[in-house]
């Protein structure tokens, strides 16, 4: 069925590109050399072309290894160069008038700065945040506090995200982001997702980038919007290569370790990247709740010792100017054992006396693994004409075990009452398979792009469950079962980009048609769920650059968050004697419409506004059972509307001092569709800033912190306040080829959450935490030839995930 539809895309996409080749719009191109005083050519350099009438960017490149450069696909008009390079001075040509043919520039030789000039250029970095017209770019190399942690750790220091009890993420207050991986959508989603992340080292990430309001090139999901994590990949010719170990202490040892080896030549890029991550990791919850007269205040410590390894390794082969291949290979393996304690004195309201005590264990061993394989062509002629072509292939498999011993003790625990043992063995398997096209040309005087997209996951999850008596495992059939779930996503969009003077306009629409199967059998039942919908999904952007200080931008988009399948997988999975966890078959997607308002002031401080209204909205719901037993399971509970106040500023206080903070205010207001669902409402304040000093003779300290007012999580817990001070220092040796970070996370531990929450007759108050007090220390080794810090090179950003190095 893959190969099928594979073929009707390709058929597709050769029909539509021989139509549009016809009805390229002609433009004109500028071409040059940058040449050292002494005729060197000037490699690697970023290069701009700015329009004279009111200095914007036209468009931004780099030169070749010849010092060359060139702009293709230009009106006619005046303009003038810029460039910047390390040693040299900045340069700004005279006026260039375009008019009615392509222009070869004469050479341009730059002029050597001071000595005490270049000295600055080199200490220089990019910015922790960058704020772009289209996303938030949170570097990770700009901030010495992400030294040892793990990529879910990272997403709570980047702007504007909020982790909240479930590890749920949450931007500009709203719940549903998608994770994508170097521009692709990760197939992983729930739990799944986090375990994968939590393997994954901030060393290996180069940044996170946040989009808010994607335009129909991108994928419809995700309500909130995309997170894209970003990893290293070395740019440079020759040789090259990094080493590192860390080691981190809370309340427990973790040991981390990377290597990375790249080696790239005018034809070919190979690289490999391998880390792992080892130890143990603790977290506690407590829920105090009351139902049907009783009160059961659970307290509850979990210990993870986790052993993970990272592999990446793939190959770019520049074929010709105009064709790059790229084979991309990825694996991640984690073997988890974890241990989960918990005591349940159980209460009756009405005198306060404990009647019983239940002590639980639940001691789980998991083995997974994630392999993921990536195709990719890309062609780009000079004419404006580009297309990018991926076929991805997965599989991820999880081995899980879960044993779970449970004792009732009366109320001073001197009398085993009773006891109750189950095992189960819950083995998940998922498969992905996509294909995807983009293609772009320029228009009418604009930019057009199309493109298609064919997605099919398929998920087999079977749960055996088993009553153990006397230490015996006895199968019970009518409590085990296998859900399989096959999602088919066929998708495709158009997109139109047009600029006139100061005015930039952007509109289009993505179409995306869902086949969903999901089949529930055991002995008592077959039960099947299929849904086959389509929805329009269009995306608009306006922007207007006033001036060289100010340009404002108004944005609205509609998306989708569709269940996952751990959502709508209907196990009933046993958390202990008392509580257990089911998913929801009917389940139903919902829906946000977004509008953003946004202004930026000398490319530095943005403010941005904007309203969502989110309908069907699903949230973790813990409803009250007879005997005391809980289910928590996902429903659509509500209408949600969400108004968001973001400002970000990037500053410095002095040459050694540097600043950036970001503010978000944001508006939650629930209204119910179910009767027992409590409609709630909060404003919520979230801060984030960070304070580097360079103190001098190599040595920078940094301060960071944030700060969360009371909010809602999940539209359904009322949390306090709680944010971490953090602390670290970094020192380098060897001609910077090594580099030590001193690190300290959550220095006065205020990270812990607290919150309530009220379903129908039930009530819960808790609060939980995870072993977030940590000091870390690493050790980095940079080998072979050194960055040119003065060029620019292109990455796999989301806004050119399928450009392989060399393929501009």
Same mark, same amino acid.
């Given at each position: 069925?893959?190969?099928?539809?594979?073929?009707?895309?390709? %058929? %597709?996409?050769?029909?539509?590109?021989?139509?549009?080749?016809?009805?390229?719009?002609?433009?004109?191109?500028?071409?040059?050399?940058?040449? $050292? @005083?002494?005729?060197? @050519?000037?490699?690697?350099?970023?290069?701009?072309?700015?329009?004279?009438? &009111?200095?914007?960017?036209a468009k931004a490149g780099n030169t070749d290894e010849a010092g060359k450069f060139s702009f293709t696909n230009l009106s006619a008009g005046n303009y003038y160069i810029t460039t910047s390079y390390i040693g040299f001075k900045n340069f700004k040509s005279t006026t260039i008038a375009l008019a009615s043919q392509d222009l070869d520039l004469p050479a341009y030789t730059l002029e050597a700065q001071g000595s005490e000039l270049a000295e600055v250029n080199l200490s220089s970095q990019r910015q922790l945040v960058e704020v772009l017209a289209d996303k938030t770019v949170f570097n990770v190399q700009g901030t010495l506090n992400a030294t040892g942690t793990n990529g879910f750790e990272l997403l709570r220091k980047a702007p504007g995200v909020v982790v909240d009890n479930n590890d749920n993420l949450i931007v500009e207050g709203k719940n549903g982001v998608q994770i994508f991986i170097d521009g692709k959508l990760s197939v992983l989603t729930g739990q799944d997702l986090v375990n994968y992340l939590k393997t994954v080292q901030s060393a290996d990430i180069e940044a996170i980038e946040i989009i808010t309001q994607p335009s129909s090139k991108y994928d419809a999901a995700g309500t909130a919007g995309i997170i894209n994590i970003k990893f290293k990949r070395n740019k440079n010719f020759g040789t090259n290569g990094s080493a590192g170990v860390g080691y981190a202490y809370g309340r427990y040892s973790k040991y981390n370790a990377s290597l990375s080896l790249n080696n790239r030549t005018k034809r070919f890029n190979v690289f490999t990247n391998y880390s792992n991550r080892l130890g143990n990791t603790w977290n506690f919850m407590n829920l105090d709740r009351t139902q049907q007269g009783m009160r059961y205040a659970l307290e509850s410590n979990n210990v993870n010792d986790n052993t993970s390894h990272n592999i990446k390794g793939g190959v770019d082969f520049f074929a010709h100017k105009k064709h790059t291949f790229g084979i991309l290979l990825n694996g991640n393996f984690s073997d988890v054992n974890s241990r989960n304690t918990s005591s349940t004195p159980v209460i009756k309201l009405a005198n306060g006396e404990t009647q019983q005590v239940i002590r639980a264990e639940s001691i789980t061993d998991m083995q997974y693994s994630n392999l993921t394989g990536n195709l990719n062509y890309r062609f780009a002629d000079t004419l404006g004409h580009t297309l990018n072509i991926d076929l991805d292939l997965g599989q991820y498999t999880n081995s899980r075990t879960n044993d779970q011993p449970n004792s009732i003790y009366n109320a001073n625990e001197t009398l085993l009452l009773g006891r109750t043992n189950y095992f189960m063995d819950t083995p998940i398997s998922i498969g992905i398979a996509s294909a995807k096209a983009d293609? $772009?040309?320029?228009? *009418?005087?604009?930019?057009?792009?199309? /493109?298609?997209?064919?997605?099919?996951?398929?998920? &087999?999850?079977?749960?055996?469950?088993?009553?153990? @008596? &006397?230490?015996?495992?006895?199968? &019970?059939s009518k409590r085990s079962n296998v859900f399989k779930y096959t999602e088919n996503i066929n998708a495709g969009y158009l997109n139109y980009n047009y600029r006139w003077k100061k005015v930039n306009i952007q509109a289009g629409v993505r179409l995306e048609n869902t086949i969903s199967d999901g089949t529930l059998t055991n002995t008592n039942q077959n039960n099947n769920v299929h849904r086959n919908y389509t929805n329009l999904f269009p995306s608009a952007g306006l922007t207007y650059q006033h001036n060289q200080s100010n340009s404002w931008g108004l944005t609205y988009s509609r998306r989708i968050e569709r269940p996952n399948y751990q959502t709508l997988n209907p196990f009933r999975s046993q958390i202990d004697t008392l509580m257990f966890r089911a998913g929801n078959a009917y389940l139903r997607p919902q829906y946000v419409d977004n509008i953003k308002l946004s202004h930026t002031y000398k490319y530095t401080l943005t403010t941005a506004l904007s309203y969502s209204y989110i309908q069907d909205f699903f949230a973790q719901i813990t409803e009250a059972l007879p005997d005391g037993q809980n289910a928590i399971m996902e429903q659509n509970v509500a209408t949600q509307e969400v108004w968001n106040l973001s400002i970000a500023y990037p500053f410095n206080v002095a040459k050694w001092w540097?600043?950036?903070? #970001?503010?978000?205010?944001?508006?939650?207001?629930?209204?119910?569709?179910?009767?027992?669902?409590?409609?709630?409402?909060?404003?919520?304040?979230?801060?984030?800033g960070q304070n580097t000093f360079n103190v001098g003779k190599g040595w920078k300290f940094e301060v960071s912190g944030w700060f969360n007012s009371p909010s809602i999580w999940g539209g359904t817990y009322l949390t306090q306040s709680l944010g971490s001070l953090d602390l670290a220092l970094q020192k380098n040796f060897m001609k910077d080829r090594l580099n030590m970070r001193?690190?300290?996370?959550?220095?006065?531990?205020?990270? @812990? *959450?607290?919150?309530?929450?009220?379903? /129908?007759?039930?009530? +819960?108050?808790?609060?939980?935490? *995870? $072993? #977030?007090?940590?000091?870390? +220390?690493?050790?980095?080794?940079?080998?072979g030839r050194k960055e040119i810090k003065g060029s620019r090179r292109r990455g796999t950003g989301i806004d050119d995930e399928n450009n392989r190095l060399g393929g501009n």
């Open positions: 069925m893959i190969l099928k539809y594979l073929q009707k895309i390709t %058929l %597709l996409l050769a029909c539509f590109i021989t139509a549009t080749y016809t009805a390229q719009a002609q433009g004109f191109a500028i071409k040059g050399t940058f040449k $050292e @005083p002494n005729g060197s @050519p000037i490699a690697f350099a970023a290069v701009g072309l700015m329009r004279s009438a &009111d200095s914007t960017l293609y $772009e040309q320029n228009l *009418w005087g604009g930019k057009l792009g199309v /493109g298609a997209k064919f997605s099919i996951v398929s998920t &087999d999850n079977t749960f055996n469950f088993y009553s153990v @008596p &006397d230490n015996k495992r006895i199968f &019970d540097n600043v950036y903070a #970001s503010v978000n205010v944001s508006h939650n207001a629930f209204k119910g569709k179910n009767s027992s669902f409590v409609a709630i409402s909060q404003t919520t304040f979230n801060f984030y001193l690190s300290f996370s959550d220095v006065f531990f205020t990270s @812990p *959450w607290y919150g309530k929450m009220q379903f /129908g007759d039930l009530r +819960i108050t808790g609060n939980g935490g *995870w $072993e #977030s007090r940590q000091g870390r +220390i690493n050790f980095t080794y940079t080998f």
